[in-house]
Nanobody, 130 residues
Framework: EVQLVESGGGLVQAGGSLRLSCATS????????IGWFRQAPGKEREGVSC????????YYADSVKGRFTISSDNAKNTVYLQMNSLKPEDTAVYYC???????????????????????WGKGTLVTVSS
């Protein structure tokens, strides 16, 4: 059974930093894309950042480029999202998703509403106060 468990969310002031973690288990895909998505109240889920298992290529949404960094630790089966210079508009529930990879990595982040992913975690709330 594929399991994704997010952690690291919380309340932070604008300009602050958080690091999210996604602990994974139960999947044995040879090639996969894994990434972070977020959903603010009343809005559609959107792709924030994705990474490819095969070559480490990454994708970032324009809204987070230069502020967020995705990374993976294969030994720990964990994917991270380092979030710096946080803004109130970053407030959302952040989800980790994974998919068997058949396309370039940005495809998985750019499909509307996270429709490119096969499995999801339950999310972690990030609140950025002004």
């Amino acid at each position: 059974e594929v399991q994704l468990v997010e952690s690291g969310g919380g309340l932070v002031q604008a300009g602050g930093s958080l690091r999210l973690s996604c602990a994974t288990s139960g999947f044995t895909f040879d090639d996969y894309a894994i990434g972070w998505f977020r959903q603010a109240p009343g809005k559609e889920r959107e792709g924030v950042s994705c990474i490819s298992s095969s070559d480490g290529s990454t994708y970032y949404a324009d809204s987070v480029k230069g502020r967020f960094t995705i990374s993976s630790d294969n030994a720990k089966n964990t994917v991270y999202l380092q979030m710096n210079s946080l803004k109130p508009e970053d407030t959302a529930v952040y989800y980790c998703g994974v998919a068997r990879a058949h396309f370039i990595v940005r495809h998985y982040c750019m499909v509307p509403a996270g429709g490119g992913m096969d499995y999801w975690g339950k999310g972690t709330l990030v609140t950025v106060s002004s």
